[in-house]
């Protein structure tokens, strides 16, 4: 089995989409093994996203994880399960994501993404570790 780290980001959470967006993964024949409603601090933020510091874009994204609860979960299915989420999730931006993907269904603009999904089996490790330590 492969377990990959998915966050409804606080746009998902406040635009009431949390359910929509688990139930896809759930339809999916993926299952949710770990999940937590919560607010991101910005040490946990800089931990997560490691490779954006120093980015443009850097401090309004640590304020837009961190402005509102989000519901961080684990997912788990097959062999390449991170990737399969990925896809689900459509593009980066979401002007530019698929119909039929969570962006290019529920979102237009590049700040309110909805959703982070891990972007390679070690990630998911790296990050399932930041937010669920106790994990087996
Ligand atoms: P990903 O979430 O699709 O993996 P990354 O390139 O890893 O995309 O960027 C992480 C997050 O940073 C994005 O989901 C988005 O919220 C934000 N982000 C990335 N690029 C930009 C940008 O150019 N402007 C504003 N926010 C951005
Ligand atoms: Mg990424």
């Not at 998902?12 to 339809?27: C, H, K, M, T, Y």
Request: aromatic residues 6%.
């Amino acid at each position: 089995m492969d377990r990959t780290l998915v966050i409804c980001k606080p746009d998902a959470v406040e635009r009431g989409l949390v359910g929509d967006i688990l139930s896809r993964f759930e339809r999916r024949l993926l299952r949710i093994v770990a999940a937590e409603l919560r607010v991101i601090d910005a040490d946990t933020a800089a931990q997560h996203y490691a490779e954006h510091v120093g980015k443009p874009f850097y401090d309004e994204l640590v304020t837009f994880i961190g402005r509102s609860p989000a519901l961080v979960a684990v997912i788990e299915g097959p062999e390449d399960t991170w990737k399969v989420v990925r896809d689900m999730m459509g593009a980066t931006n979401p002007r530019n994501s698929a119909p039929g993907t969570i962006r290019g269904d529920l979102g237009i603009e590049m700040g309110e993404n909805l959703i982070h999904g891990s972007d390679s089996a070690e990630s998911a490790a790296r990050e399932i570790a930041i937010f669920f330590p106790g994990l087996g």
